[in-house]
């Protein structure tokens, strides 16, 4: 993994009373993949990228059990800086995390979005809005370091002429756009993407969710990339290559930034990229990403609804046996889409 230094630019949070940087978990880790046994080495891969604040998998098991048995390739679930197990695990402990809360409550007031479930991700922005783009900046690095392994035949079960593709879900999906559209060492030329519940800039998302963040953090983030952001440079990429993902990632904050950039990279990558959205979807609504899109929006994106009570977080709820089938059935809709358009 490449490695940032942004030790100067963030603060300790009170349940982490350690810098970013030492933060182990982050550095070394494991990620979980999908491979069918009959292939001896996949000729594709799909990289499959998650939401904000997750800190498990078993929500994309399914997800990627399916992407693998009907596209046949490899599925590769790879984990956000600081998500999931790149983080300490008491981040998601309530019993450790439950005393946080109630100090973060004194401190910022009782904001009802506010959860032993969002307290890490809430507290450390609040501190350090900057971690959204330091983070981020993170797992771009670690994703082109991922494809440069595959690509250079680096990973024994993959054939180094595999195709790379990517599913992205919520802010994966901004991950990958920033990817694609700063397209590294042309690694991503080639590259489909497929999008769901997702495909919007930053500024017309609202991440204010008691699974998510609470609204004392996404306000302060909200303001802190709407007045104060400066990117930074890292020492791990060229000039050259700094200034293209600086630029794709503030062209993916607001509909102001770098207009041309991406209503040209949407123009010309629309054949190989697609989204879905949702209806009800009020994290990342439908009107954000047509305002994204612009004029290839006719072409990229579809907006579905399910025929239950869903929400961004949680698109497929598998606890309410009386709508088992609904659920399924709307999962089986979505995921067709998406293998026929990776396959």
């Not at 440079?233 to 000039?239: A, I, V």
């Not at 009800?280 to 990229?300: H, M, N």
Request: glycine content about 6%; some cysteine.
């Amino acid at each position: 993994m490449e490695e940032l230094d942004f030790a100067d630019k963030t603060q300790l949070s009170s349940f982490a009373a350690i810098h970013d940087n030492d933060i182990n978990e982050n550095g070394h880790f494991v990620y979980p993949v999908f491979k069918l046994k009959k292939e001896s080495k996949s000729k594709g891969v799909i990289i499959l990228l998650h939401g904000l604040n997750e800190r498990s998998w078993n929500k994309y098991l399914p997800w990627a059990e399916r992407l693998a048995l009907e596209t046949g390739k490899l599925i590769v679930l790879f984990p956000i800086s600081f998500h999931m197990n790149r983080a300490p695990r008491t981040w998601s402990d309530p019993r450790a995390m439950m005393p946080f809360v109630d100090e973060r409550r004194k401190r910022m007031g009782n904001y009802n979005s506010l959860t032993y479930v969002n307290l890490a991700l809430s507290d450390r922005l609040t501190d350090s809005p900057f971690r959204f783009y330091s983070s981020g900046k993170q797992t771009v690095l670690d994703v082109m370091g991922l494809v440069r392994r595959l690509k250079d035949g680096g990973i024994p079960y993959v054939d180094k002429d595999a195709s790379v593709d990517i599913f992205a879900y919520s802010i994966g999906g901004f991950l990958s756009q920033v990817l694609l559209m700063a397209n590294p060492d042309d690694l991503f030329s080639d590259t489909k993407l497929f999008l769901f519940c997702s495909g919007s800039v930053f500024g017309e998302m609202d991440g204010n969710s008691r699974t998510i963040m609470d609204e004392k953090a996404f306000g302060k983030l909200k303001q802190y990339f709407e007045t104060d952001f400066h990117e930074t440079e890292s020492k791990d990429l060229s000039p050259t290559l700094n200034q293209r993902v600086n630029q794709a990632f503030k062209a993916m904050l607001n509909l102001k930034n770098f207009i041309r950039l991406r209503e040209s990279f949407f123009e010309e990558a629309k054949n190989r990229i697609r989204t879905i959205s949702l209806s009800k979807d009020i994290v990342i609504p439908t009107r954000g990403i047509v305002a994204s899109l612009g004029s290839s929006a006719s072409t990229i994106l579809e907006e579905i609804d399910f025929p239950y009570s869903y929400s961004h977080e949680n698109p497929f709820p598998d606890n309410k046996n009386a709508i088992k089938d609904l659920v399924n059935a709307s999962f089986n809709g979505v995921f067709y889409k998406a293998c026929s358009f990776l396959s």
